[in-house]
């Protein structure tokens, strides 16, 4: 058998050759790897560079495709961080919710909230009001906390956390977390 790279004619033993490709020494080898993994001869080749435009600032940009179907969208990744900033805020967010977030956060982290917690969860005897379970409990707001910030903005143009219509116990029932899961999947599929 002779050596894969340079041609040299093998002195092995037919038990020694595992494969069609043997060589004579580690150079031989490695010169075979380097020329195999050169440019077409690569099986991962895609064409190499090849030139693209930026989906945010629109300069034209040389890069290498990633794969069959994933190519580069952006020059760089301050354009990738800037797009992203700015196509992906307010609505057009994936978990937008009529600004339900930052809304709600000032009142949630008040020790008023957490007795209005404890007050529903006392009333309805530490038991899911649903399903009876006495764990994973969770209260739930009957009427969404975000919706009735909302309309309180919209009276007051001002939001004043101490209000009494933020912690209205019959506003609250109390409900484990799996039955909590399923009524809030139910309102998302009602719209």
Known sequence: ???????KELKKPPSALKSEKCFCNHKCYSEYKRNM???????????????????????????KPYGDKRIPKYCSISCAAK?????????????????????TLPIRRLGRYEKWRCDILK??????TNCGS??????HHIK????????????HN????DEDIFY?????ITLCRKCHIKLHKQQKKNG
């Open 123 to 128: 009333r309805d005897n530490y038991k899911c």
């Open 83 to 103: 797009y992203r900033g700015k196509e992906h805020r307010g609505n057009n967010h994936w978990n937008y919710k009529d600004g339900a977030g930052r809304t």
């Open 37 to 63: 993994w050169l440019k077409e001869n690569n099986p991962r080749y895609n064409g190499g560079e090849q030139e693209f435009i930026c989906k945010y600032c629109g300069k034209k940009f040389t890069s």
């Open 1 to 7: 058998m002779k050596c894969y790279t340079c041609g």
């Open 134 to 139: 006495e764990e994973n409990l969770q209260v």
């Open 144 to 155: 969404e906390l975000y919706l009735i910030i909302q309309e309180y903005k919209d009276k």
């Open 168 to 172: 209205n116990v019959d506003n609250g």
């Open 158 to 161: 001002e939001l004043n956390v």
